[in-house]
Structures are given as C-alpha cells and as structure tokens.
C-alpha cells in the first residue's frame, strides 16, 4: 500500500521551494503573514515569480479575509467565517480571473485554487454549503480544478454537503473532519467521509497533523484507495517564520513506514 501523499501549507515562495526540495507531493500557497487568518489570498505577483521554479503542483488559497473577531463582535458587525458579503465574494471572483489571466497556473502540472463558501440556511440559522456561489466560482476557475477548505469542517456531519461538493464540481475537499479538535479527534469521521466520497472527490485531511500523530490515521485512510487521501500540514516552525524543515522530514519519515 503506497504511503499518502502530503501537501504542505505555505506562506512564501522560499517554503514553498523548500517543500519541494525536501519531498513534499503538492503544497498551498497562502499570503505572506495569513497563517494566524487560516490563510488568505496571495499576491499574484508572488505567484508568477514562484511558478517556473515548480516542479510539484500549488493550490492557490482565494479567501479574502479570515475569521472575525471573537465575540462580542465590533459595532460594524463581522460577517462571520467563510460567510461573505458581495464586495467580498467579487473579490474572490477577481481573484480566480486575474491569476487566470497572469498565466501563473499551470493545469498539466496538477495546480488547482482552493476556497470554501457558507450561508445561512432559508430553514434556519445552521450553515450550510452555498452551492450556487461555489458553482459559479468552479466554473469561473475551469479549467483550473478546485478544492473546498476547512469551511467544510462546520458542516462535515451532513452527508448532504460532502454531496453538494461533488455536485458543484470540487475535486478535493480540506477537512479535519469537523470543527471540534484536531484532525486525529475526527477519524471516524473522515473515514465515513472518505467512505462516502468513494473516489468521486479526492479527500486532503488536515487539522493538527504533525509527525507524532500522522502515521496510525494515515495507514488507516491510506485503505481507501490510492491517490484517493492525502495529508495536509502547515509545518511550522513554533516562532511562525516559516516551514520546520525538521518536521517536514520526520512527517514524510513516519508516513512512508
């Protein structure tokens, strides 16, 4: 049984190079300083410059904004996480074009866009997949495939949202598996997830992974089929200033074992 792949979360064009000296499979690139926002959109032009320097495939983060402040919430009134107003979403749509149109995204090299969309929903206050917004930025984004990001994680108990992915044209889905704890507290989830998605989306499982924990959840989700898992980790170093090469080595160590 062939080892999964890991993707790397990256917040410079240097970690990301490192991540590929050093083994990783794909990695994500997010803006310079987001870590503590979950990752935001990165500069084009960072983009540009760090894609002929590839020889594994990026997926591009198009997030606007991170979380809004814990409650109680500003006077203006934060949109809450992954809930985005129309300036924003126009954002993200200008975003998907532009780094289209700079010819930084390379299809045949496996390179995709990653972002995730809630609401609210009609029948009551409990979030849901916005499967008309997600539609229209998969499409904007063709060819470019798309993943759905942790968004799904508030959601992941409902087999009509994995579904709704799928149905909107995602290729892959980031998830811990939910919202409480680590990736590891979810396994019997994403192995239900992994289950039910039965090929149709490739599943990417993120949320605490580090080297100490990864390889007993990753042999159990490596049963699901190749190519079919992989795992996601930022692998930092502690300060933040950027990929712990050390980690990086031992978690790609533990998951070929």
Partial sequence: MAPLPLELAVFSADDALAAQSLGAARV???APGSYPA???TPPVAALAALSPQLRIPVRVMIRPRGPPPPPP???DGDSPDFLYTPAELDLMRAAIADIKASGAINVARGDGFVFGILKRSESSEKLTIDAETCRELVALARPVPCVFHRAFDVVAGSDEALDALIECGFEGLLTAGGDAGKYIDNL??????CE????????VAGGGVRHHNVA????ALAKHGEGRVWVHSAALKEDGSGVDEGEVRRLLEELAK
């Avoid at 039910?196 to 599943?203: D, E, K, P």
């Avoid at 007993?216 to 042999?219: D, E, H, S, T």
């Fill in 28 to 30: 994500e690139l997010n």
């Fill in 38 to 40: 979950g990752g935001l």
């Fill in 73 to 75: 919430p500003p006077p």
């Fill in 188 to 193: 019997a989830r994403l192995e239900r997830i």
């Fill in 196 to 203: 039910r998605a039965a090929g149709r989306i490739q599943v």
């Fill in 216 to 219: 007993g959840p990753a042999a």
